[in-house]
T-cell receptor, first 112, second 114 residues
Framework: GENVEQHPSTLSVQEGDSAVIKCTYS??????FPWYKQELGKRPQLIID?????GEKKDQRIAVTLNKTAKHFSLHITETQPEDSAVYFC???????????FGTGTRLLVSP | IAGITQAPTSQILAAGRRMTLRCTQD?????MYWYRQDLGLGLRLIHY???????GKGEVPDGYSVSRANTDDFPLTLASAVPSQTSVYFC?????????????FGDGTRLSIL
């Protein structure tokens, strides 16, 4: 129950299209779901996070949705731009565990 | 500028040698973490510390040790490096311990063991 499954592993879109990355988990105790963006050779950067007491959170062109019943959460990027190209990682955590568990990442390529 | 500083940026090391990766934060965060990042495996937790004076094992602790003598510093030591420890190492911190807190990462140390 510790793993996070992340799909797809790679995603190619045209500039201006939307991109959706989905993560699934199995344990009911998880209550915190952050998303990180990592550009090539750079550090992972927190871009948005959501807690289990809400179903959706938006920040400009990015949004995260959470379905606690189905145990999945998704990152939505609208009006994609070439600078959105990066690897995106989902993660999950909860108050009972010490470690944040990361997905294996999605490489997003936005073509002009 | 507040944040996390890691050193060195990169290092090539002979197998069997001892190596300490340094991590310093100036945000007065209580919790600090060490991750390794390998292609296809994402980020895996090596060790963590929820507060100065305490440490804990993460997902892949074997071959590594840490100490937390004060709030700001959290060094990671490889006592006798092996090629499988070739990886990119990231230090992170959060205001409070526990996995439901936002974690902020340093720039990483690229380590190659030959």
């Amino acid at each position: 129950g510790e793993n996070v499954e992340q799909h797809p592993s790679t995603l190619s879109v045209q500039e201006g299209d939307s991109a959706v990355i989905k993560c699934t988990y199995s344990d009911s105790a998880s209550n915190y779901f952050p998303w990180y963006k990592q550009e090539l050779g750079k550090r992972p950067q927190l871009i948005i996070d959501i807690r289990s007491n809400v179903g959706e959170k938006k920040d400009q062109r990015i949004a995260v949705t959470l379905n606690k019943t189905a145990k999945h959460f998704s990152l939505h990027i609208t009006e994609t731009q070439p600078e959105d190209s990066a690897v995106y990682f989902c993660a999950k955590g909860n108050t009972g565990f010490q470690k944040l568990v990361f997905g294996t990442g999605t490489r997003l390529l936005v073509s002009p | 500028i507040a944040g996390i500083t890691q050193a060195p940026t990169s290092q090539i090391l002979a197998a069997g040698r001892r190596m300490t990766l340094r991590c310093t934060q100036d945000m007065r965060h209580n919790a600090m973490y060490w991750y390794r990042q390998d292609l296809g495996l994402g980020l895996r937790l090596i060790h963590y510390s929820n507060t100065a004076g305490t440490t804990g094992k993460g997902e892949v602790p074997d071959g590594y040790s840490v100490s937390r003598a004060n709030t700001d510093d959290f060094p990671l030591t490889l006592a006798s490096a092996v090629p499988s420890q070739t990886s990119v190492y990231f230090c992170a911190s959060s205001a409070l311990g526990g996995s439901n807190q936002p974690q902020h990462f340093g720039d990483g140390t690229r380590l190659s063991i030959l």
